[in-house]
């Protein structure tokens, strides 16, 4: 018999969520993300190859990459071929190599070889979708955007902080709801929280910092 569907918790309450983001910061004042960079240009082309990868394999990949091709012409004149070369233990790296190629060549087309600022302009180079230009507003400009991605997702449907049943309907509803001065970080306490305590099949409950204002129904318990 398969088990019961555990249900959406209802939306929580301005002051728990009030709450959670104190207690994300107390524990965590100055959270970042886990992609190695060493310039928005490389920022950019990690997070687009961490799409259904690990930041840890994205990294490994790209440590050889950046050291020789840290911008638009570089990696143009550096090639497909080697670009794939580097990437191959990312997954869907033969496309991820070619979107890689392509962006720099727009950028040096389009934006004189620099990353733009602006939502539109980053969801117009090839290989980038909303979540990555979040990432990289977020990340290489300050820029208070929320990317939703697998951990976040399931964060905000478990805890009740935002339920929704798109990524989209998650990132407008923290927006909404998250108050303004936990916005700029919001999106790392949240990813790293699912990434490493409010995991999939078996979230860490006793070692959760916002347990107690949690909607989950199926919290764990200490062994």
Not at 61 to 81: H, N, Q, S
Request: with cysteine; proline share 6%; net charge positive.
């Amino acid at each position: 018999m398969a088990a019961p569907r555990t249900r959406t918790p209802r939306s929580l309450p301005r002051a728990d969520i009030e709450a959670i983001f104190s207690a994300f910061e107390a524990a965590n004042p100055h959270p970042e993300g886990e992609l190695d960079y060493v310039n928005l240009f490389t920022l950019l082309v990690a997070v687009v190859l961490s799409a259904q990868a690990t930041d840890v394999g994205v990294n490994k990949a790209t440590k050889g990459l950046f050291a020789i091709a840290d911008t638009p012409d570089k990696m143009v004149a550096l090639g497909l071929e080697a670009i794939t070369d580097h990437i191959r233990t990312i997954g869907l790296y033969r496309n991820k190599a070619r979107n890689v190629l392509a962006l720099s060549e727009k950028l040096i087309a389009e934006h004189a070889g620099q990353v733009p600022d602006s939502r539109e302009a980053l969801e117009a180079l090839p290989g980038v979708g909303r979540k990555t230009a979040n990432v990289v507003l977020n990340i290489g400009f300050g820029q208070p955007a929320i990317a939703v991605d697998t951990h976040l997702f399931r964060v905000s449907n478990r805890t009740g902080l935002a339920p929704g049943t798109t990524p989209l309907a998650v990132e407008k509803g923290l927006e909404q709801k998250i108050p303004a001065r936990y916005l700029l970080h919001a999106h790392h306490w949240l990813i790293l929280h699912g990434r490493y305590v409010c995991k999939a099949r078996k979230p860490d409950c006793p070692s959760c910092v916002i347990a107690q204002w949690c909607r989950y129904s199926a919290k764990t318990t200490a062994s």
